[in-house]
């Protein structure tokens, strides 16, 4: 009987931590400064999000079914292939875009190469609108924070 | 020996094939084991033309370990920057660093490039053409030098060990 309250409480623990990871690198989203810093939210937060999720239900389904759950195991594989993947691409597609980043960042454009920012500017879509942002609040965060 | 060198090029990949399908259909059916190996043997052949030649592992205890200090390295990596953006009043210093390579073998840059994005504050955002050096963006940085000879000390010395390359 201990033993189900306690694999309960692991499995608990885990949902409940892997929500809050995955919770907080999506608020990294919102809070970080600039498109590469926001980059550092998905590529790691998420991915031991998901971990944990996906532990809780390999225990889960092993303890309650008796028999070995294993195939929670192909998704972590995936994804830790995939997702650093993404986010070099995203990096890249930034850098090639010339995005703009916070001013506090160290090391700066003269130093970066034709190849690795690209010889012209890339067309860009037009500008999104946000949902919170009014044209004040976007005025001010530009002569804030951002170049 | 050449006949099955020819027709089996890459027989781990293939096991791992294999193992995936059955992992995936979640039955060992005979004709799952069928099917799996069958798909085992055309999909390396198919992407043949896209592969690098593979570098040998030479110490599969030293992957292993390697692998090990990588997991840990993740949950490091998600509790630091889960910190960094849940506390309100600490200010993010993020900054690029070039990286010089020691590394040749352009898979062992690869699963470095994989690595260091998957670990502590660091995205990994370009391989320069000649591959010498490598662009990467760290969220949090005060001292650039210090971050670099954590990579070589962690990440890229077990690598080249791995691969003796």
Same mark, same amino acid.
């Given at each position: 009987m201990t033993f189900y309250v306690i694999t309960e409480g692991i499995i608990a623990f885990l949902l409940v931590a892997g929500g809050l990871?995955? +919770?907080?690198?999506?608020?990294?989203m919102l809070k970080l400064k600039d498109f590469f810093m926001r980059l550092h939210g998905?590529?790691? #937060?998420? !991915?031991?999000?998901?971990?944990?999720?996906?532990?809780?239900s390999m225990l889960y389904f092993t303890v309650t079914q008796r028999e070995? $759950? =294993?195939q929670e195991l192909l998704i972590t594989l995936f994804l830790f292939i995939t997702a650093? =993947?993404?986010? $070099?691409?995203?990096?890249?597609?930034?850098?090639?875009?010339?995005?703009?980043?916070?001013? #506090?960042?160290? #090391?700066?454009?003269?130093? +970066?190469? &034709?190849? &690795? =920012?690209?010889?012209?500017?890339?067309?860009r879509p037009a500008r999104a609108h946000h949902p919170w942002r009014t044209k004040a609040k976007r005025s001010r965060l530009k002569r804030r924070e951002i170049v | 020996m050449t006949r099955l060198k020819r027709y089996l090029p890459t027989p781990v990949l293939s096991l791992v094939l294999l193992v995936v399908w059955l992992l995936m259909v979640?039955?060992?059916? +005979?004709? $799952?084991? %069928?099917?799996?190996?069958?798909?085992?043997? !055309?999909?390396?052949?198919l992407t043949q033309g896209f592969w690098e030649p593979l570098p040998r592992v030479k110490h599969p205890i030293k992957l292993a370990r390697f692998v090990l200090v990588v997991l840990w390295d993740?949950?490091?990596?998600?509790?630091?920057?889960?910190?960094?953006? %849940?506390?309100?009043?600490?200010?993010?210093?993020p900054g690029f660093i070039?990286?010089?390579l020691a590394l040749k073998d352009r898979l062992a840059i690869t699963?470095?490039?994989?690595?260091? !994005?998957?670990?502590?504050?660091t995205v990994s955002t370009n391989i320069r053409l000649d591959s010498s050096s490598l662009l990467i963006h760290a969220l949090d940085m005060d001292d650039e030098q210090a971050l670099i000879r954590e990579i070589q000390e962690r990440y890229e010395r077990p690598l080249k060990e791995i691969f003796e390359c």
């Open positions: 990871f995955a +919770f907080t690198g999506s608020l990294g998905p590529t790691k #937060g998420t !991915t031991l999000g998901i971990g944990c999720v996906l532990i809780a070995f $759950h =294993v650093p =993947v993404t986010g $070099h691409m995203l990096a890249k597609t930034g850098l090639h875009m010339h995005l703009r980043f916070y001013t #506090g960042t160290r #090391g700066s454009l003269p130093e +970066f190469r &034709d190849e &690795d =920012v690209g010889q012209s500017r890339v067309a | 979640r039955s060992l059916a +005979f004709g $799952h084991i %069928l099917l799996g190996s069958f798909l085992a043997v !055309t999909i390396p052949l993740i949950i490091v990596a998600n509790l630091q920057v889960s910190r960094l953006i %849940l506390s309100p009043s600490r200010e993010a210093h070039e990286y010089p699963l470095l490039a994989n690595t260091i !994005t998957m670990t502590p504050g």
